[in-house]
Structures are given as C-alpha cells and as structure tokens.
C-alpha cells in the first residue's frame, strides 16, 4: 500500500522528505497544516522530485522518531499526537508520520502564535491562514465551519499563492 502511495507522488495528503530536514519549522508546517485540514502523511527516506526510496540510516532510524516527536510536541499547539512508524519498501527504511485531522483546530507554532503560524493543506503546499478566516474560524458547529473553509477554499483558489499574510 505504501509503496503505492510513493509510486503515485505527493499530493494533498502526502509529502516526501529525503531527510529530516535539520531546520524543523520546514516539516512542522506540513504537521500543522495536516492537522488542520484533512490529516495525512510525511514519508521521509524517499525523494520528492523523482519518488526514488533512498530511506534512511537503519541504525538511526529510532533516534530520528524520537527527535521528530520531541520536536512535534515541543513546537506544536495545542498537542499535535503523530503516529509515527517505520515501514520497509525495496529493502530500505521509511519513516512515516501520520497525522490526524485535528479536533482542537487550529493549531500552531507556539514560538510564532495563532495569527503567525496556523498552516492549512492546499494541493501540495502549505498555506498560511488568512487573519479575517482565523478570527472567524467556528470549531463547535460543523455547518459554519464547512461553510467558511469553502469560502476559503474559493479564495484560495482565485488567488493562487502559496502563503498568505493580512496585516
């Protein structure tokens, strides 16, 4: 299944990494930004422009999960809970964290707070929340909150960036 997944490419629910990238605010705005929309998957050991599997040190591969779930929980607010694995594909070792859709939207960097930080998932990018929709954001109906996300989405897709900040 995995492998499938990898065959296939990133998209909305999937991003590659080769390697943990040593500044990790890279790959905390795809955590955040998966708990904030529809949850998904960063596989790392396996190259983002040509879906190769390089996979990553076996003798490091329990010292990397233990790094990346200090990291999530020490930057991620409110508590962002990965479930983070290891699979092997053609012989080499994936890293994969999965990330839910989160119930205690919206989370953020807590260095950085709400209105700098809240990401969400757009096609294969990571978006930063615009201020009005964050102010706005309803987490206890359903029926607003579906109501707003399409108005975003909407201007999401007219405006075509990859980040977005209202001063």
């Known amino acids: 299944m995995l492998a499938d997944e990898i065959k296939a490419g990133e998209s909305v629910n999937i991003e590659f990494k080769v390697e943990v ?15 904030n929309t529809a949850g998904g998957k960063i596989i790392i050991g396996v190259d983002d ?36 694995g ?6 080499k070792c994936v890293i994969v964290i999965e990330i839910y859709p989160g119930a205690n939207r919206p989370y953020y960097m ?3 707070g709400k209105e700098a930080s809240t990401f ?4 294969v990018h990571q978006d930063l929340l615009m201020r009005q929709f964050l102010r706005t954001w309803s ?29």
């Open 49 to 84: 422009e040509s879906h190769e599997i390089v996979g990553v040190d076996k003798d490091e591969v329990f010292k990397i999960m233990d790094s990346i779930t200090n990291t999530i929980s020490d930057i991620c607010y409110p508590q962002i809970f990965p479930n983070i």
């Open 86 to 91: 290891v699979d092997t594909i053609e012989e």
């Open 139 to 167: 987490y206890k109906d359903p029926i607003i909150h579906l109501m707003r996300w399409s108005v975003l989405s909407r201007n999401l897709i007219s405006i075509g960036r990859k980040s977005y900040v209202l001063r």
């Open 120 to 123: 969400i998932r757009y096609q």
């Open 21 to 35: 990238p040593k500044r990790s605010e890279k790959y905390i705005k795809s955590v955040i930004a998966f708990a």
């Open 110 to 112: 807590k260095t950085l």
